[in-house]
């Protein structure tokens, strides 16, 4: 095996993270408890418009809060809870929103395969969208089919929309958002879930990604923008949703843990008033978020730098596609380079192999769901076939290195590599 001489992703880990963890060690008291309320207060801090990360963004608080009130949507503040993944997060956010047998929920088949197999452990279906021809975003257009033929059905059956911002590229959430109003009936509404695994921090229009819609999913995973190796967030404006949610996420007991121990009512006495989980964020990895979230606008800052650089280069190769950057917002998570086949006289699958034999640690972000065999047997019509644009966009994507600590030597060299590759197997 080749040595790695550039990383995937190296995770930005300080002397100041590491004392809060053995601070946290030392104190006795590693569960949830009082790092993880300070780590949702700081993210709801962070999501909020008038914020120092909103002071270097393309927008101001006034200018949000007044689009969203033209649109109908919420304007309270952000409430945000902690979890130990964003799949247990979307599931919190799922439940919540009345995702259940006998509903469906409209999402994308470029994304990782947890944002659908939610709804499947709810026991709801999944309707697939497939993605703009140009971008990976969910395509509008395919949204409103989907819906449209739902409320022409006897039995709708859509419940909630989940979006995906794909590498941080924010989908088009004003023309989501207005879907969901459009095609909502009396009594029946339906519910929007970002799923914004990738997009932290990213202001738009609309306020920062996963605290537009009714609800907003993201994640800690050791590659992510921020990371407490793994964890997640799920935000909402709705206080309703919050309570479900927070009752959800631990057994469906009516005190939290930290509650309970720090309360001079009895630990002991507790009442179960719903069949929850166990999704709550031991204080060891929130912790590491507190630390993190801090560093999250100078992350970007870092990211943005190298994704510039490898633009500028790239820009000059007829054998590579930029990546997507065509809203506000994008937190560039994740570089997705794109070939042009058309150009090059070797598959991806090769080019990305040459890649690690030259030491570079690389992936493919997303295997879109149709290829995989359970989806395949739950719906016989979930084919490449039938979701061209994810399937084309998926034949030609690789995500090269991309971190915040990533040095100018590094991604040079990645960049050399890249254009020494192409060139060798130009057309």
Do not use: H, Y
């Given at each position: 095996m080749s040595e790695i001489k550039v990383p995937f992703h190296r995770a930005a880990i300080t002397k100041e993270e590491e004392d809060t963890v053995l601070e946290v060690l030392r104190s006795g008291w590693l569960t949830t408890g009082k790092y993880a309320l300070d780590f949702e207060k700081k993210f709801s801090e962070s999501l909020t418009e008038k914020t120092s990360v909103s002071d270097q963004s393309p927008?101001?608080?006034?200018?949000?809060?007044?689009?969203?009130?033209?649109?109908?949507?919420?304007?309270?503040?952000?409430?945000?809870?902690?979890?130990?993944?964003?799949?247990?997060?979307?599931?919190?956010?799922?439940?919540?929103c009345g995702v259940k047998t006998g509903t469906a929920v409209i999402t994308t088949p470029y994304t990782f395969v947890s944002t659908a197999a939610c709804a499947r452990h709810l026991g709801a279906d999944v309707f697939f969208a497939d993605i703009e021809k140009d971008t990976y975003s969910i395509d509008c257009d395919k949204i409103e089919e989907i819906l449209k033929k739902d409320a022409e059905s006897a039995c709708p059956k859509v419940q909630a929309i989940v979006p995906v911002h794909i590498a941080g590229n924010i989908c088009d959430m004003k023309r989501i958002m207005s879907l969901a109003k459009k095609y909502s009936r009396p009594g029946h509404k339906i519910y929007v879930i970002e799923d914004a695994a990738h997009s932290y921090p990213s202001p738009t229009e609309l306020g920062f990604a996963g605290a537009i819609g009714d609800a907003g999913v993201f994640s800690f995973y050791v590659t992510k923008t921020i990371t407490t190796a793994e964890g997640g967030m799920v935000c909402t404006r709705d206080s309703q949703l919050a309570r479900r949610m927070t009752v959800m996420r631990l057994h469906g007991m009516d005190r939290t843990t930290w509650d309970r121990y720090t309360s001079p009512r009895a630990s002991w006495e507790y009442d179960i008033v719903a069949p929850g989980y166990k999704f709550n964020l031991p204080d060891i990895l929130a912790a590491l978020g507190c630390r993190q979230t801090e560093r999250a606008w100078l992350f970007y800052q870092q990211r943005k730098k190298i994704v510039d650089k490898y633009n500028e280069a790239f820009s000059k190769l007829d054998f590579i596609q930029l990546p997507p950057d065509s809203r506000s917002g994008n937190s560039w998570h994740l570089y997705l380079m794109r070939l042009v086949p058309e150009k090059l006289t070797i598959s991806r699958e090769d080019f990305a192999k040459k890649l690690q034999e030259a030491g570079l640690g690389i992936s493919v972000h997303f295997i879109p769901i149709f290829h995989f065999t359970y989806w395949k047997n739950l719906y016989p019509d979930f084919t490449a076939e039938n979701y061209p644009n994810a399937e084309v966009q998926y034949q030609r994507t690789i995500s090269i290195p991309l971190f915040p600590d990533e040095s100018p030597e590094q991604s040079d060299y990645v960049i050399e590599t890249i254009r020494k590759i192409g060139l060798e197997n130009h057309k």
């Open positions: 927008f101001d608080a006034k200018s949000v809060e007044e689009k969203r009130k033209t649109m109908g949507l919420s304007t309270q503040p952000v409430i945000s809870l902690a979890v130990n993944s964003n799949t247990s997060g979307m599931i919190l956010a799922m439940e919540a």
